[in-house]
């Protein structure tokens, strides 16, 4: 049947984790078996695992506050502090691509050992960085191993789950890592202002070493990934071209080297046209760039970029404006990204579900609208404006965002032919970091335009406000070209016309009322209930020659769906493809087809069974059944009275109606 939501736990369950994770709730199954099916060390590998994933994102949104404040510490201004950020996002942009590489030629034990001592270090180094220099070679260092560890951690906590788990336990692990980042903001203003903003790398390095000593323990290598040649030619024309590029995006305010930014520009929009150039040549590139020839993907992709452009951006001025012209400290300005952050999360657990039942224009349209009321607003922050104001408008930006960025990007990976879509996430998330890393540069950048708008004689607070200002005015700018590309590009798919939209079985012989469902269902329609096994219903489905059954709880409701769909994908060797959100990886099932069947028959039915099932009631017009069916290409649908269930409506039960029907059409006839 349909599964409308990838967690399929019954009930929460507290694990014990290491201090910055205390909270997250875990599921159990009905075995009340920890972690869905995991026990022992695999448990601790999975906690090991995850921690050090969400130590990665929480670093990721840690800085933000900390900022004015390392610009007044270490005598920077705001275009030359945002290097912090910006070379963040580029450097990972550069990495994401080599993972393919190194992953194929390290074990998964090395890598993420390695990646998280080199996480360490590089915090190490920010903390005692004694120029901006060395602070900015820390932060290059941790992107260097975020890049690295991130997409493999997902891929590794994957395969840790028994198989008929790893779609629940994924959904769990996406609904933590979801709400991480609205976590470091908060906790970065607190400790700027009570301890200074070098107890952020420390805190950072010794979560490192943790997170390296118990993966030492109790981490081992997982996955089989197949080798990827190594292109130096497309590394050197990527890197190059995205820091030159860069370079001169965030000294173009510098009208003392006009000259340099504009050459500089130049250099860097060639290289990486010979990047992507040499792409379509190489046989196994870095990136499908060639997908971007499909118009809805190419949409997808500038539009987003726009969209992190000014969301990154955004993060990094707001606590400039925060603490340098409202006169607020770093904690505050962590406080007023908390709403934005918690509400976004939230709304993007909802977004995708609202996609598939609204389609996106009904999603990206007021998303935009939203997102660019609340960009027009900030243009007109003052330096009078309240706290409460400047957290309101920046979470109904986040909230707007939240409908734009999940949408768009379905829309636009289903726009493409199957067998692009395994190479849409890592082109996707590169121009993610690019556009981040980019936008931060731009917007920032206008910043250092203060002395030449800024009224003549202005105090310093002024000239602060002035180049602040511009920069909402530029962001506000990247929202409004992002809301006009939606309206214009961004439409739902055109679904085929047919020939009678609103037809009914009404007039047909023999029928001298509208057909309702229960007319075409199966009374006598197969069911279990719960606390079957896989062997009863193999069982069941032999006797009774049907591809699916429902399954019943004890007052007769459809609590799952089991077809033989579900056993043959568990039983048929899997190519398991994952991400992070950064990376993408296939890894090949290293399970016998005998340990395969061996597990297979005791499992409970609920196991692999779909939960979340969609059934039709018994009196509607068959229209909507036959709907259902087509669209959501399944054989099955159950059907209910009353919540109770009834029998069940297939595509062999309409097939048989309709040639009853044909035949009595003809009897007429002669």
């Known amino acids: 049947m349909l599964i409308e939501s990838p967690i399929r736990c019954k009930k929460p369950y507290r694990v014990s984790l290491p201090f910055w994770t205390v909270g997250l709730s875990f599921m159990r199954d009905g075995k009340n078996r920890f972690m869905l099916g995991l026990q022992g060390k695999q448990k601790m590998m999975v906690i090991v695992l995850l921690s050090g994933t969400l130590l990665a994102v929480l670093n990721m949104t840690l800085l933000s506050p900390a900022l004015p404040t390392i610009m007044a510490d270490l005598q920077v201004g705001a275009t030359t502090v945002q290097w912090l950020t910006s070379g963040y996002s580029l450097v990972e942009a550069v990495v994401i691509p080599l993972n393919a590489f190194l992953v194929g030629r390290f074990s998964t034990r090395k890598l993420f050992i390695g990646g998280m001592t080199w996480f360490g270090l590089g915090s190490l180094v920010g903390a005692m960085a004694p120029s901006f220099g ?74 490192a070493v943790v997170v390296v000593i118990f993966a030492a323990i109790c981490l081992k290598n997982g996955g089989i990934f197949e080798r990827a040649p190594f292109d130096a030619l497309s590394v050197i024309f990527m890197s190059t071209g995205m820091v ?21 520009i130049v250099c860097g929009l060639a290289l990486l046209g010979l990047f992507c150039w040499r792409q379509t040549r190489l046989e196994t590139p870095m990136l499908r760039v ?14 987003i970029a726009l969209i992190q452009a000014s969301l990154v951006g955004g993060e990094v001025v707001l606590p400039i404006y925060v603490q340098q012209v409202l006169g607020g400290n770093a904690t505050i300005s962590g406080l007023l990204m908390l709403p934005s952050a918690i509400i976004g999360a939230i709304a993007g657990l909802f977004a995708g579900r609202l996609f598939d039942r609204y389609g996106v224009r009904k999603l990206v349209v007021p998303g935009a609208l939203i997102t660019g009321g609340a960009g027009f607003f900030l243009t007109t922050y003052g330096m009078d404006t309240s706290f ?3 957290c309101i408008v920046f979470t109904i930006s986040g909230l707007g965002m939240q409908f734009l960025v999940t949408p768009l990007n379905t829309w636009g990976v ?50 602060t406000y002035t180049g602040v200002h511009l920069a909402f005015v530029g962001m506000f700018s990247m929202l409004m070209v992002a809301m006009v590309g939606i309206l214009i590009f961004v439409r739902n798919p055109k679904k085929a016309e047919t020939a009678a939209e609103t037809s009914t079985l009404e007039g047909m012989p023999g029928v001298d009322r509208a057909w309702a469902v229960a007319d075409l269902m199966n009374p006598n329609s197969s069911r279990l209930t719960v606390g079957a096994t896989v062997r009863d219903a193999i069982g069941l489905m032999k006797q009774t020659e049907t ?66 099932v969609i059934s039709v009631d018994a009196g509607t017009d068959p229209e909507e059944a036959f709907k259902m069916l087509a669209e959501r290409r399944i054989k099955k649908l159950p059907v209910t009275r009353d919540g109770i269930y009834v029998g069940a409506i297939s595509r062999r039960n309409v097939i048989s109606v309709l040639g009853s029907i044909e035949q009595s059409n003809l009897a007429q006839a002669e």
Do not use: C
């Open 414 to 463: 289903n726009s493409l032919d199957n067998r692009m879509i395994q190479h849409s996430t890592p082109l996707g998330n590169t121009t993610n970091q690019v556009g981040a890393s980019f936008g931060t540069a731009i917007i920032v950048s206008l910043t250092g335009l203060a002395p030449v708008f800024a009224p003549a004689g202005a105090d310093a607070l002024t000239v």
């Open 134 to 207: 060395f602070l900015l070679l820390g932060r290059i260092m941790q992107a260097m191993a975020t890049g690295v560890v991130m997409p493999m951690v997902f891929t590794l906590i994957l395969l840790s789950f028994p198989r008929e788990k790893r779609g629940s336990a994924m959904g769990v692990v996406g609904l933590i890592i979801s709400f991480a980042p609205a976590i470091g903001p908060s906790l970065s203003g607190v400790l700027v202002d009570t301890v200074g903003w070098r107890v952020l790398f420390m805190m950072i390095a010794a979560l």
């Open 244 to 264: 030159s590029l860069l370079y001169g995006l965030s000294t173009f305010s510098n009208m003392q080297n006009i000259v340099q930014t504009v050459v500089m």
């Open 547 to 612: 591809s699916g059954i429902t399954i019943l709880n004890e007052t007769g409701n459809p609590v799952g769906f089991v077809s033989d769909g579900d056993i043959l994908k568990y039983l048929g060797r899997q190519e398991i493809r994952t991400n992070d959100g950064m990376g993408y990886f296939t890894i090949a099932d290293s399970e016998s087809m005998q340990d395969r069947l061996t597990s297979l028959f005791n499992l409970d039915v609920m196991d692999i069974a779909t939960k979340n």
């Open 388 to 390: 409460v104001e400047v």
């Open 290 to 303: 060639e997908i971007l020839k499909q118009r809805e993907y190419r949409t997808t992709v500038i539009l």
